[in-house]
């Protein structure tokens, strides 16, 4: 009979010789990621304290460090449209494709919180509300949905306030991939090229026969149809991510009125009418069907 196998004689991992364990002189883990500060930075203040405030918390400044890497990625993407390197501005969209996966997911762990625990620590929270968070509306700002009135609340914070002030002066991603599309020869309205960039991207029906002819010719335009599925993946989780938003809020809060002022969810409802991208979506009813080949 073959041996059999033998049951482990401990549960117990061994440590291998050349495993670090000292220190005192060399950088460990905590420091590299500065793990006191990050780890000492939420402070309820519901009194007394309530122990659901704490995923509240934690909930927000994991967003906000998510939408921090979104924002590096999509000025890294922007830089690259600029100087026509797309193979490695699409694997950065990739990137935030599941960054922005990530943050969906997060708000199933928010929505374990019932309105009577929210309630708990709620009026704590006073007028603080995420609508004050300015990497989302940096987010918004480099996407293309930019409102200058956003700039004036962030007067508390002038770090925050420069940093919008300036992407609300540049050109948003969409703006460079146009100017990228008519560098490789695609008929893009002059009109688009030269604009005021402190204003909110508007529809062009003229742009639609380009997107068109991208879509119904991809083999020979295909590095751009990828990239126009590409940004219309983003936008798809960005409506995704603005609808689980909705509905968590309306799971917790109901009809309340949110913190920061606004009306809540009719606010928050009317923000999955925006767009970023409007004639990547016009095209799609623009493509001709082709039809079965004559025999």
């Not at 990228?180 to 695609?186: N, Q």
């Not at 149809?225 to 991510?241: G, H, M, S, V």
């Amino acid at each position: 009979m073959p041996d059999e196998p033998q049951p482990p004689t401990s549960a117990q991992r061994q440590l291998e010789p050349g495993v670090q364990r000292d220190f005192r002189a060399a950088m460990s883990y905590g420091d590299y990621l500065h793990l006191d500060q990050v780890l000492s930075a939420q402070h309820p203040l519901s009194v007394p304290q309530r122990h659901d405030e704490l995923l509240f918390i934690i909930q927000h400044q994991t967003s906000e460090l998510w939408l921090k890497l979104m924002l590096h990625e999509l000025r890294a993407v922007r830089q690259l449209l600029r100087v026509d390197d797309l193979r490695p501005a699409l694997k950065g969209l990739a990137r935030v494709k599941h960054i922005q996966t990530t943050l969906t997911e997060q708000w199933s762990v928010l929505a374990t919180l019932t309105p009577s625990e929210y309630a708990e620590f709620r009026s704590f929270l006073a007028s603080s509300s995420g609508f004050q968070s300015w990497q989302y509306r940096a987010v918004e700002f480099i996407l293309g949905n930019k409102n200058k009135d956003m700039v004036d609340v962030f007067d508390h914070h002038p770090q925050a306030q420069q940093m919008l002030r300036e992407l609300l002066h540049e050109r948003s991603l969409y703006d460079e991939f146009l100017a990228y599309l008519h560098r490789m020869g695609h008929p893009v309205p002059p009109e688009l090229l030269d604009r005021d960039w402190t204003k909110p991207y508007r529809f062009n029906p003229d742009l639609v026969p380009t997107f068109t002819t991208i879509y119904e010719r991809s083999r020979e335009h295909w590095m751009a149809y990828e990239a126009c599925e590409e940004l219309i993946d983003l936008e798809d989780n960005f409506q995704l991510w603005r609808f689980r938003h909705l509905k968590t809020v309306e799971r917790i809060i109901g009809s309340k009125q949110g913190t920061g002022g606004s009306s809540g969810v009719p606010f928050l409802r009317r923000a999955l009418e925006l767009t970023f991208f409007p004639e990547l979506y016009a095209v799609r009813g623009e493509i001709q069907d082709v039809g079965a080949a004559p025999l």
